[in-house]
């Protein structure tokens, strides 16, 4: 009989324990996770071509993204194409190289350097640096 009450307690213990109390969330951090999580999930449904041109100062020429540095830039003949690095690591100046490297649903973040921050890759950094970083 004591067996039986004391499997019984300890029974209403776990049943009582596991009952908790709700927390309350804030409904701007789950939109906001939301949000994220819904962008996560689009990433792969947009290219890496839309996702760098959709950044500031990246404008198609050709069907390549060049970063617009001033008015005439696209005066100059030559290769206009900027310098792609991926996870700090310099691929080239082909769009298509880096196209090869990485799926766009692995791209974590894309950032465009121009002017000072450009010129610690050199001349390669000439036309400019798109970063890209995986996960």
């Given amino acids: 009989m004591k ?7 300890i029974a209403a213990m776990v049943i009582l324990g ?17 949000n994220d999580e819904l962008k996560d999930r689009n990433r792969a449904n947009i ?9 500031r100062g990246v404008v198609l020429h050709n ?9 005439n830039s696209f005066a100059s003949a030559g290769n206009q194409e900027p310098l792609y690095v991926l996870n ?33 890759y050199g001349s390669q950094g000439s036309n400019g640096v798109i970063k890209i970083v995986s996960y």
């Fill in 3 to 9: 067996k039986l009450v004391s499997v019984l307690l």
């Fill in 18 to 34: 596991s009952c908790g109390t709700l927390k309350k969330s804030n409904a701007s951090s789950n939109s906001t996770s939301l």
């Fill in 47 to 55: 290219s890496l071509l839309q996702r760098i041109t959709q950044m």
């Fill in 63 to 71: 069907n390549l993204p060049v970063i617009n540095k001033t008015a």
């Fill in 88 to 120: 700090n690591q310099v691929i080239g100046n082909s769009f298509h190289s880096i196209n090869e490297i990485i799926e766009n649903y692995n791209v974590k973040k894309i950032t465009i350097l121009t002017g000072a921050d450009a010129a610690s």
